[in-house]
């Protein structure tokens, strides 16, 4: 059994939870990542969680439909097209809907799964729990865009655990997908959780030291806020070069918000349905 999945499942019920509060025309309001409405956001998630079930529930289904998805690529097509195509045109609650039927479909799969059980992905293969937790990161990171945009401070739990430790993870992924070789050892990361407790990895680390909020920490590794928009301690200079461009999901290397790029908008009044 794989509790993450209960976590992605909570998560999902989260941002679910804030788009049944807004109107149908705000699905198509622009957010401040890279000008996403809450359809984009949904579209995506819908299409990707759909695919992480059919990667862990019918491998060759999944090897199929990921041919075809970088074909439409080759031949020109943009992402957002093939995801709004996947989604059927569906948008605003009608979307909603589509998404939670497959986020709790999604979550039921692998809740029941191996954790070890390979399956197949963008990138090299990874195992269910790991599937799982990169959905759950994903659904946190995006819908960070959608409660910033209507103005709401997201109320994290401890199940945030899964991202900051995934966070740390991706260490040497930041460097490595930027062609570099990791400047040290990774530093000590302790971070307050939502509840109060603390955590901690790398504690005997010698290269300096990440401390502060989870969120925080969370927010800067997917890149939803800068660095210098939190509050966290950063000592040593492995640890800021880390942190001036962590990245712990896959692709090719992005960049981070410029500095007060990405935040909390205020005065969001609904618009008339």
Not at 40 to 63: C, G, I, K, Y
Not at 171 to 194: E, K, M
């Amino acid at each position: 059994m794989i509790t993450e999945a209960e976590d992605f499942r909570a998560e999902s019920a989260s941002l679910y939870a804030l788009l049944t509060q807004v109107s149908e025309k705000d699905y198509a309001e622009p957010t401040l990542f890279k000008g996403w409405s809450a359809n984009r956001v949904l579209h995506h998630l819908h299409t990707w969680n759909q695919a992480a079930s059919t990667s862990l529930s019918d491998p060759e289904r999944f090897a199929q439909y990921f041919n075809d998805l970088q074909s439409q690529i080759q031949a020109g097509k943009r992402m957002s097209d093939i995801e709004l195509a996947f989604c059927e045109g569906a948008e605003g609650t009608a979307l909603l809907d589509l998404w939670q039927e497959t986020y709790l479909s999604c979550a039921d799969l692998f809740a029941d799964a191996d954790p070890k059980q390979r399956v197949k992905w963008a990138g090299p293969d990874m195992s269910a729990r790991s599937s799982i937790t990169a959905r759950q990161m994903e659904t946190w990171a995006h819908g960070q865009a959608v409660f910033d945009r209507f103005g709401v401070t997201r109320v994290d739990f401890d199940r945030i655990r899964n991202i900051a430790y995934l966070g740390v993870n991706t260490f040497g992924w930041t460097f490595a997908v930027r062609g570099q070789q990791p400047p040290g050892a990774p530093p000590t990361v302790r971070l307050n959780a939502p509840s109060g407790a603390i955590w901690e990895w790398h504690a005997d680390s010698t290269t300096g030291l990440i401390e502060g909020a989870a969120t925080e920490f969370s927010q800067v590794v997917t890149q939803t806020r800068n660095i210098l928009d939190t509050s966290l301690k950063v000592e040593g200079d492995v640890a800021s070069l880390w942190m001036a461009s962590a990245q712990c999901f896959a692709g090719g290397p992005e960049a981070p918000p410029a500095p007060g790029a990405r935040h909390l908008q205020m005065g969001y009044t609904s618009s008339p349905s």
